[in-house]
């Protein structure tokens, strides 16, 4: 892939307190998988690198408020986010106890997502952009090549990649700048999403190979 910025967006998965804070609500299951990837100093390092090259930022977050504790079926993960309500904000029309919240950004990222060019979308709702603006927003700028990054990578991330190949985008990876859970039960996430990503990215990347691919 060319990774330039005519053509290239950075996208963010997810880039939340409690998913990467260790004050966050799934820590106890991802923590590990974030610490041996050095997944918070690989993001800002993508951050800092696509800020300095001047590419384009989009954020694709997650928040769940009180009217989706109505939803009456999920998978196993789906039910943990809901129970534990990660990324939980009281309403999608107020910002009332959001700031240091499990939903809101880790405090590292804030420069770099609130300078005022950082386009968040819409937030998706279970693992993919389908229920967001995310591709609306690309697809308005001609941006049509995606570095992609954030957690989880065997759920948003993985599932974000998916779509964005089926929306006709080309898609890399990067590999180390994401974590997933460890569950007794479940597996390890993370490997299983590495194994995907072999085979259906465009590109799979370390944050040493996109930070140079962007400079």
Request: aromatic share 8%; glycine share 8%.
């Amino acid at each position: 892939m060319d990774l330039n910025k005519s053509e290239t967006a950075l996208v963010v998965i997810d880039p939340q307190n409690d998913v990467l804070s260790e004050k966050g609500v799934s820590w106890p299951l991802v923590g590990d998988s974030v610490k041996e990837n050095n997944t918070i100093e690989n993001l800002a390092r993508l951050f800092t690198a696509a800020k300095r090259a001047d590419f384009g930022v989009f954020i694709s977050p997650h928040y769940l408020y009180p009217h989706d504790q109505a939803w009456q079926f999920g998978g196993a993960v789906e039910k943990l986010m809901l129970e534990g309500k990660e990324f939980w904000r009281p309403g999608p029309l107020t910002l009332a106890g959001f700031s240091g919240s499990g939903a809101d950004w880790l405090e590292r990222f804030k420069p770099f997502i609130e300078d005022g060019k950082t386009v968040v979308a819409s937030p998706h709702k279970v693992y993919g952009l389908q229920s967001n603006d995310l591709v609306l927003q690309l697809r308005k700028r001609r941006l049509n090549k995606v570095i992609l990054e954030g957690m989880l990578a065997n759920l948003c991330v993985e599932t974000h990649l998916r779509e964005l190949l089926e929306q006709g985008f080309e898609v890399a990876v990067v590999k180390d700048a994401t974590a997933a859970v460890r569950h007794p039960k479940l597996g390890d996430g993370y490997k299983a999403a590495v194994i995907n990503y072999g085979f259906l990215a465009d590109a799979v990347l370390t944050t040493d190979e996109a930070v140079k691919a962007m400079a």
